[in-house]
């Protein structure tokens, strides 16, 4: 057939035959995989091919075949639009990925739980921590106010470690700092309200003189911390100051959200810094980390505004006193019902420790504008009004020594609670904390007073995104990788599909646990090892550590009680010189005391029949002969692990 087309149609339709081609050969080229399988030579060998060609994993290049009739110019018109629309989509293919660089990020908290949160990230000579976090027990841990991380490879790696790097100060990212201190120093970077709430935690632990290696940031500059380069970029959360970081290391740009939502009315009016994310998305980031703590929430999570309006109307509604509790981090929640009390012509008395601390903090670093005259003390509430007291207080999640339950149990010095008072509870329980919370409320509906807690929709809301806010970060950023951070591991899963549906190639996301360490360099990620991680109790009474084994004890002591045997042997006979004492704890009810006794004796007796006791026989070896039998019973008919204390004396 003769040919019509000229020179440049020719070029053109074999521009477009190529194209065509090259498109079905990585369509044939892609295969299902599982997020976690990246072991695999040939998997890394297929991704680096990749490298070079378009993302098909979306909607967004199924375009129809071009009609050859049409005009040329159009036609190149196209096919130039389609090539910008994939660079654009795919910004991260500007990376050098010939890069020989590498690095190690491992979470050694906050992943497979919520709070907790600590990271580290290495790179070949040295290394960050980002966060040090503690977080809160369950109910099974007796006497443990807080867990904090264990910190068994942060001395392993202490020569590489040249700073720790602080998104914000909410305790779950702060909470551990003084813990780490009394064993190893940094520099600490942060915000200047971040660092001085840390600063006041070294005061409680004696540690004035660490605050010497605080090094207070300005948000949009770069600091060189060993290898890396980082940029804390302002973000919209639940506390003031919070930030994210943009990262540039030797083999690629990295960006971590922390604890972030979009809120376009905040209370301070600072908006998150999207233009930042914008900036470093255009330029190539290699690797995002975000939060997923609302992964499982439709749609956008509501202003903090909107809780202010909420007050005004639970204000209006009060007759009395009104007693309002929530996190003492929560500056902007705090600052909204006390600007509240204000106009309602109310004065503001502040209760609870760590309540007073950071008002007095916030105060001094000016994010909290509120006249001196407006406050008054404790002892002072009774010499006004209940129409106008406000009393701002701890105690949100049933803690038993906070302000608020000792109120509710009428052993607060001050605050004696009255049928008139209005009791808000301005905050959701903690995962683990719901029973706590629960005892709370009952505890204040038997004193008489309304409680206004979840029946008010907008009484409170979350500080954390949800899935159309976490779109729009991964959107901003176009990263080539994807790692899901802070949160159960069903949480995380949620957000890698929603990454999924944002373009990420899901051989490009792992999910994590605490302690898995993944290397990431520009052409894969994968898990390499695993490290030692784990919690450590602590009682805050006193500031110090419980041991793990301890706490078993106590747990074991709590679900199977414990046996105390005292008995004497007559070395001469082999025989018990009297009856032995047999008590109880939490194992049998009293009135089968004397039969279970009756029982242990008889077995020792038998025992003592058929060994030999004889001039230098350890009564040590007796207790653990006694105490096995015992034990054998006791799970044989009780179906108990209890504790049991035999002491034998040789006489």
């Given amino acids: 057939m003769e040919n019509n087309n000229t020179p440049q149609q020719n070029s053109n339709q074999q521009s477009e035959s190529n194209h065509n081609r090259n498109r079905q050969q990585n369509n044939n080229r892609r295969k299902p995989q599982q997020y976690n399988n990246r072991n695999s030579q040939q998997k890394n060998s297929n991704q680096n091919r990749q490298n070079s060609k378009p993302n098909r994993n979306s909607s967004r290049a199924r375009r129809p075949k071009i009609d050859t009739t049409i005009p040329n110019d159009m036609k190149s018109a196209i096919l130039e639009n389609e090539r910008i629309q994939q660079e654009r989509m795919a910004p991260w293919r500007q990376l050098e990925v010939s890069s020989k660089g590498r690095l190690r990020f491992t979470p050694l908290g906050g992943l497979g739980e919520i709070g907790g949160n600590i990271a580290v990230l290495e790179s070949e000579n040295s290394a960050i921590i980002i966060d040090v976090g503690m977080s809160f027990p369950d109910e099974t841990m007796h006497g443990v106010d807080i867990l904090v991380p264990d910190f068994t490879y942060l001395h392993q790696i202490k020569d590489k470690i040249k700073g720790i790097v602080i998104t914000h100060a909410h305790e779950d990212h702060i909470g551990a700092t003084p813990y780490l201190f009394k064993e190893l120093k940094f520099p600490i970077y942060g915000t200047p309200l971040a660092l ?57 740009t990295l960006i971590h959200t922390a604890d972030f939502k979009i809120d376009h009315t905040p209370i301070d009016g600072y908006t998150a810094d999207l233009h930042r994310f914008a900036y470093y998305g255009a330029k190539g980031v290699l690797c995002l980390f975000s939060d997923s703590t609302n992964s499982h929430s439709p749609g956008f999570t509501k202003s903090e505004s909107v809780v202010g309006e909420t007050f005004d109307r639970l204000f209006e509604k009060a007759n009395g006193r009104v007693i309002m509790s929530t996190f003492s981090s929560n500056v902007h929640r705090i600052f909204q019902a006390m600007d509240r009390g204000v106009k309602h012509g109310r004065k503001i008395c502040v209760i609870g420790r760590s309540m007073e601390r950071n008002i007095e903090t916030t105060r001094r670093l000016g994010y909290i504008d509120i006249d001196d005259r407006h406050f008054i003390d404790a002892h002072e509430v009774n010499r006004y009004k209940d129409d106008e007291i406000l009393v701002v207080t701890t105690g949100s999640q049933g803690e038993t020594m906070a302000a608020l339950s000792r109120m509710a149990t009428d052993e607060h010095r001050h605050i004696k609670l009255k049928p008139t008072d209005t009791v808000i509870i301005s905050a959701s329980a903690i995962p683990g904390n719901e029973a706590s919370v629960s005892k709370l409320m009952n505890l204040l509906l038997k004193a008489g007073v309304t409680v206004r807690y979840k029946e008010f929709s907008d009484i409170h809301v979350s500080g954390h995104a949800s899935q159309e806010e976490q779109k729009l970060i991964i959107r901003l950023v176009q990263p080539k990788f994807f790692l899901p951070v802070h949160g159960e591991f069903n949480h995380i899963t949620a957000h890698a599909k929603t990454a999924i549906k944002c373009g990420v190639d899901e051989r490009n996301i792992l999910l994590m646990s605490d302690g898995d360490q993944i290397e990431i360099t520009p052409k894969y990620i994968k898990k390499v090892r695993t490290v030692k991680a784990g919690k450590r109790y602590i009682d805050n009474q006193n500031n110090k550590e419980i041991y793990a084994d301890v706490v078993d004890d106590r747990q074991k002591l709590s679900t199977e009680g414990i046996v105390n045997i005292v008995l004497k042997v007559s070395i001469q006979t082999g025989r018990m010189d009297g009856k032995p004492v047999v008590m109880s704890y939490g194992l049998v009810p009293d009135k089968e005391d004397k039969r279970f006794s009756t029982e242990v004796e008889k077995m020792i007796e038998q025992y003592l029949v058929n060994e030999k006791i004889e001039q230098g026989t350890s009564n040590k070896v007796i207790e653990d002969n006694i105490r096995g039998l015992v034990r054998k019973y006791i799970i044989r008919h009780y179906k108990k692990y209890p504790i049991i204390i035999p002491t034998v004396f040789l006489v």
């Fill in 196 to 252: 001085a709430m840390i600063g006041n935690k070294f005061d409680e632990h004696g540690l004035q003189a660490d605050k010497k290696l605080f090094r207070y940031i300005v948000k949009r500059r770069q600091y060189n911390i060993g290898d890396f380069k980082i940029e804390w970029i302002h973000m919209t959360h639940s506390i003031v100051d919070s930030c994210s970081l943009a990262i540039e290391t030797p083999v690629g």
